[in-house]
């Protein structure tokens, strides 16, 4: 009769998914953040260029005026990941169509190899969101450890809190280099804070569990 008492047991726990059976512990702790973190990590852990679209061509007045890509890749280049070339382009507008010489930059092979073929949600000027295929990634973030976390406050209907870590750092070779820190600051920062640099991330607790906002 014991025996018939815990199978019955076991199969309720089955049944109901969301009952105290297999209700997670909603209790905060370095353990379930631990492990929450290392899945925010693993999926969004990537420290990209924002360079998703490639070849990228640099027109003589983004040179003049010092636009972006136009300081960035020429480092790029010095240091192999990208080579260049001068084509000839057109480019139309209304009114008006001209053939411009360009500076056409590619990926190397070597650039290549820091290529990440993954979605990428990112948010436009007028505040909608869009979303790349892909991009060119310096550095890969992992956890190194959970320092702290915020009292958990109501946000939803949901316990929300924000996580405060360490992490450890996995940069390209080039991503190292000096010319980097000068066109690239904040991916300087993020090398150079491995171990140190505290960040933070926001978790909510849903059914599963503890989660990072950004995941769900």
Not at 139 to 145: P, V
Request: hydrophobic share 35%; proline share 6%.
């Amino acid at each position: 009769m014991k025996k018939l008492i815990q199978t019955l047991s076991l199969t309720a726990c089955a049944a109901l998914a969301l009952s105290a059976c297999s209700k997670p512990a909603e209790k905060p702790s370095a353990e379930v953040f631990t492990t929450g973190m290392n899945q925010y990590l693993a999926e969004k852990g990537h420290f990209c260029l924002d360079k998703t679209e490639w070849p990228i061509n640099i027109t003589p007045n983004q040179a003049a005026t010092a636009e972006r890509d136009a300081v960035q890749l020429p480092v790029l280049q010095q240091l192999g990941v990208v080579a260049e070339k001068d084509v000839m382009i057109r480019y139309n507008s209304p009114g008006k169509s001209e053939v411009v010489s360009t500076h056409q930059y590619s990926l190397t092979p070597e650039g290549q190899k820091y290529y990440l073929k993954q979605d990428f949600t990112y948010a436009r000027p007028d505040g909608s969101k869009a979303t790349r295929h892909g991009d060119l990634c310096a550095a890969t973030l992992t956890l190194n450890q959970i320092v702290g976390w915020e009292p958990p406050h109501d946000e939803h209907g949901h316990p929300t809190t924000a996580v405060t870590y360490t992490y450890k750092v996995e940069a390209a070779p080039w991503a190292k280099d000096p010319a980097m820190a000068r066109v690239f600051p904040m991916l300087a920062r993020v090398v150079e804070g491995d171990r140190q640099m505290q960040l933070k991330e926001v978790f909510t607790l849903t059914d599963k569990g503890w989660k990072s906002v950004d995941l769900l």
